[in-house]
């Protein structure tokens, strides 16, 4: 397959990802494993989730979203 224009990079499922608790304030990183990956089909986003290490709190970030272009979608 030949690539003609490259894209954003999109974040690999099993690398370490860094958190933030809105919560308690605080900032973790997360292996693979210990978060999980959701997809939001109502405005195409797609979510990390994990659960804080100090007060245990639910913590979600924006992975990317996805740009959809067709009328039928909109």
């Known amino acids: 397959m030949k690539i003609i224009?490259?894209?954003t990079p999109q974040p690999?499922?099993?690398t370490p990802q860094?958190?933030?608790c809105k919560q308690c304030g605080c900032e973790f990183v997360a292996e693979k494993g210990e978060y999980d990956t959701y997809m939001n089909f109502y405005d195409f986003r797609t979510e990390?989730?994990?659960y804080c290490p100090n007060?245990?709190?639910y913590v979600s970030k924006e992975a990317f979203r996805?740009?959809?272009t067709d009328s039928r979608y909109i």
Request: with cysteine; aromatic share 6%.
């Open 5 to 7: 224009k490259e894209g």
């Open 48 to 50: 990390l989730t994990s």
């Open 55 to 57: 007060c245990h709190g």
């Open 18 to 20: 860094k958190f933030k």
């Open 66 to 68: 996805t740009v959809v």
């Open 12 to 14: 690999r499922a099993d």
